[in-house]
């Protein structure tokens, strides 16, 4: 039985070979005509390898381009999902690194080319700062109530991230909602991280993010007028003079309890120069948490002289 499928074998054998080898080539011209291989390309996200421990990497290429060559078939079969473009950050140090992409392809796809071709990636350290939370407020209470007392759950939280970025942060802040309220309330206050120009500083976590505020608000506002008193000094051996505010008194609006004890309300501090003879210039007035006035500048003029030096008489 072995013998005769040798023979089949054997027997024009190499019409058989020529036949396969042909069959083979016209195989090839059959695929390659219906399945050329073309180019295409996929956006893919950019991952991060091996980051160093304690230090963040900050970048801006978020995906990257990658142009490749494959059957025209394999651009159907796969999708984005199907590739990896990465970064690796094994053994690098704290600064700017420029690092080429490495890709991943399914089997049967050429890289013919990455967009950008580097990528700059920032290592920066971990760190954290404490700092105050400011409050401030928009809208307005009900009227004929007034806000007698805010108070924070804390008075400072944690700022969290790359150092760079931390430093940016100028101030803490989280904003409470009056919603035209007439009876005192709790809520919860995101708070928000912001640079000297109160842009939002990004990378950076605020721990806790939301602290709780309680607003007490009394009913019954009261009006009153209360003269302004400059705070203005100046060096040893010279004194001030002819002190004049205007406006000299000012209306001040708020919860009668609060406004029942404010006798005078007065400017900034202020050291007048040594030399300068007359001070003339704008004071910020120092307004009281939940007190309303229209203006809180005040124009104040004085005149600066020296002090009399005492002497001693002589008897005869």
């Known amino acids: 039985m072995m013998t005769q499928i040798i023979n089949i074998f054997r027997r024009n054998f190499l019409k058989k070979l020529i036949a396969l080898i042909a069959a083979f080539l016209m195989w090839v011209y059959v695929m390659a005509d219906q399945d050329p291989a073309i180019n ?54 704290e600064g700017d690194h420029t690092i080429k992409p490495q890709v991943v392809m399914p089997q049967g796809f050429d890289l013919i080319e990455t967009f950008p071709k580097t990528v700059t990636v920032k290592l920066d350290p971990l760190t954290e700062q404490q700092m105050p939370v400011e409050l ?8 004929n109530s007034a806000v007698r007392e805010m108070q924070k759950s804390m008075e400072a939280v944690t700022v969290v991230g790359p150092k760079s970025f931390v430093e940016q942060v100028e101030k803490i802040f989280g904003t409470v909602n009056f919603s035209n309220n007439t009876a005192s309330f709790e809520m ?83 050291t007048v120069q040594t030399g300068q003879k007359n001070f003339k210039g704008s004071l910020k007035i120092i307004v009281p948490e939940s007190v309303t006035i229209k203006n809180d500048e005040v124009e104040v003029s004085a005149e600066v002289i020296r002090k009399p030096v005492a002497r001693e008489s002589t008897g005869n």
């Open 40 to 93: 295409g390309s996929y956006n893919v996200p950019l991952t991060i390898s091996n980051a160093p421990y304690e230090l963040v990497p900050i970048y801006n290429e978020k995906e990257i381009k990658i142009e490749t060559r494959a059957p025209r078939s394999y651009f159907a079969k796969y999708n984005w999902n199907a590739f990896r473009v990465y970064v690796n950050l094994d053994g690098l140090d």
């Open 136 to 143: 401030r407020t928009s809208g307005s209470v009900a009227p």
């Open 188 to 270: 919860q206050i995101p708070m928000r991280a912001v640079d000297s120009k109160e842009n939002v500083v990004q990378n950076v976590r605020v721990v806790p993010s939301v602290i709780t505020v309680s607003v007490d608000i009394e009913s019954g506002i009261k009006k009153k007028i209360v003269p302004i008193v400059a705070e203005l000094s100046v060096a040893d051996g010279w004194e001030l003079t002819k002190i004049n505010v205007e406006p000299a008194q000012i209306e001040i609006t708020g919860a009668e309890s609060l406004i029942n004890s404010i006798i005078t309300l007065k400017t900034e501090p202020f």
